[in-house]
C-alpha cells in the first residue's frame, strides 16, 4: 500500500478471511460468518502486483448499501440474498478470477469494514480516489469511473 491510500485504510478496523484460488464460495461457510451488514470490502492477492506506479496487493474495493436506494443487501449473505460480496458481476468476476489464476495456490483475503450511520459508498470512492492518486491506476478488477463516484476528484 501507499501514503495515501494506507492512511485511509488504517482509519477503520478491518475484519479479515481467507479463501484459496478458485473457492471464493468457501467463504459463505467461513467461521466468524460474514455478516449481512452494510460496509466495504477490500480482496487481497498472495503478493503484491506491479502497478503503473509502485506496487500493490489490493485486487479489489468494492462497498454494500451505499446511496440514496441502500437496498437490503449487506456484504455477507442473509437477509434474504447472497450478499454484495458474492454477486461479483461479468467484468469483475474475469479480472478477480485471472488474478486468482495467477496464484493458483495462493490464499486471498477479503476484508471488510462495516457501518451502521455512514455511507459506503462515500468510503468506497474516498479509497478509490487514494488508490488512484497512489498508483496511476485503479485496483485491478474496479472499472468504473471514479469521477462518476467522486465528482469534485474530476476538477
Not at 8 to 23: C, D, E, I, M, V
Not at 40 to 47: E, G, H, N
Not at 121 to 132: D, G, M, N
Request: glycine residues 10%.
Amino acid at each position: 500500500m501507499s501514503d495515501r491510500f494506507r492512511q485511509l485504510y488504517q482509519r477503520f478496523n478491518w475484519t479479515s478471511w481467507q479463501y484459496p484460488a478458485g473457492n471464493l464460495r468457501s467463504l459463505k461457510r467461513a467461521e466468524p460468518p460474514i455478516p449481512p451488514r452494510y460496509g466495504i470490502y477490500l480482496f487481497r492477492a498472495p503478493s503484491t502486483l506491479a502497478r503503473v506506479r509502485g506496487s500493490s496487493d489490493v485486487i479489489y474495493i468494492g462497498q454494500s448499501g451505499g446511496g440514496p436506494r441502500r437496498g437490503s443487501q449487506g456484504i455477507g449473505p442473509g437477509n434474504g440474498g447472497p450478499g454484495r460480496l458474492f454477486n461479483t458481476r461479468g467484468h469483475d468476476k474475469r479480472v478477480r478470477e485471472m488474478i486468482e489464476a495467477i496464484f493458483p495456490d495462493g490464499i486471498f483475503l477479503v476484508q471488510c469494514v462495516f457501518f451502521d450511520d455512514v455511507d459506503p459508498r462515500t468510503i468506497e470512492a474516498q479509497l478509490l480516489v487514494a488508490y488512484l492518486e497512489d498508483h496511476c491506476e485503479l485496483p485491478p478488477a474496479n472499472h468504473s469511473n471514479v469521477t462518476n463516484a467522486n465528482p469534485s476528484f474530476a476538477s
